[in-house]
């Protein structure tokens, strides 16, 4: 099984970055895909969710109307389009599977986010 995540960098505030995770080693249209991400000194935040067949979503209040999740079943992928990018937005996001019962999950290593000027 592997997530591999792509996409981050470096971005000015304001500015815009779209994160990929490419996955392989499951059956991907039944799990559910979620980026969260993890700021130094800080708990693993929930960012957005995609249902296993894309047809629900959902984003944590911080990220609302700036950040998309989507999925593409037949590449086996989960988009998040982050717009309008925030310095508080700097984490490392980390791609996410988990079964629909909830009892198996899949991580990938992460992406670094960093909004600076």
């Known amino acids: 099984v592997q997530l591999v995540e792509s996409g981050g960098g470096l971005v000015q505030p304001g500015g815009s970055l779209r994160l990929s995770c490419a996955a392989s080693?499951?059956?991907?249209?039944?799990?559910?895909m979620s980026w969260y991400r993890q700021a130094p000194g800080k708990e693993r935040e929930l960012v957005a969710s995609?249902?296993?067949?894309?047809?629900?979503?959902y984003y944590a209040d911080s990220v609302k109307d700036r950040f998309t999740i989507s999925r593409d079943n037949a590449k086996k992928a989960v988009y998040l389009q982050m717009n309008s990018l925030k310095p508080e937005d700097t984490a490392v996001y980390l791609c996410n599977a988990r079964s629909g019962t909830g009892r198996i999950e899949f991580w990938g290593q992460g992406t670094q986010v960093t909004v600076s000027s």
């Open positions: 080693g499951f059956t991907f249209r039944g799990y559910a």
């Open positions: 995609v249902s296993s067949a894309g047809g629900n979503t």
